[in-house]
């Protein structure tokens, strides 16, 4: 599947999502539509719709974002080192995209000790209905 251009995800997008998937942005915590989300299902890619992070394992970290300890595959995250604010961090994006999802960090729980700390504005969720 082709990228899409700056100018589609513009029109595609809330300036919000736009701002943190294409701008490296960050939404205030507390204020995404994820961060205390709880069903079950899949989060994907907001802009290509790549399924990244599985709701079985999002954890309450307490930081105000969706934290996930694990990535639905490994291969759908790009990790780069981030130096903006003064210190050095892990940038997470789309592999698919390239879209800017947010940061790793290794303070996360059991089993991988991760806490993938993703914006919700770069997510969309696809609720599971195999139970409905």
Not at 76 to 84: G, P, T, V, Y
Not at 108 to 119: A, F, H, S
Request: contains cysteine; hydrophobic residues 25%; aromatic residues 10%.
């Amino acid at each position: 599947m082709a990228r899409k251009s700056k100018e589609d995800l513009k029109k595609e997008l809330s300036p919000e999502s736009y701002y943190v998937t294409q701008e490296n942005g960050t939404e205030r915590p507390f204020t995404g539509q994820y961060w205390d989300h709880i069903e079950d299902g899949v989060y994907a890619c907001i802009c290509c719709g790549e399924k990244l992070f599985k709701s079985q394992t999002k954890f309450d970290a307490g930081c105000g974002w969706p934290s996930f300890y694990e990535a639905a595959d490994n291969k759908k995250i790009n990790e780069l080192e981030d130096r903006s604010l003064s210190r050095v961090r892990t940038e997470i994006r789309c592999s698919s995209c390239d879209a800017h999802l947010g940061h790793v960090f290794t303070d996360g729980p059991e089993p991988t000790g991760l806490r993938y700390c993703v914006n919700s504005a770069a997510l969309d969720f696809e609720k599971d209905t195999s139970s409905d």
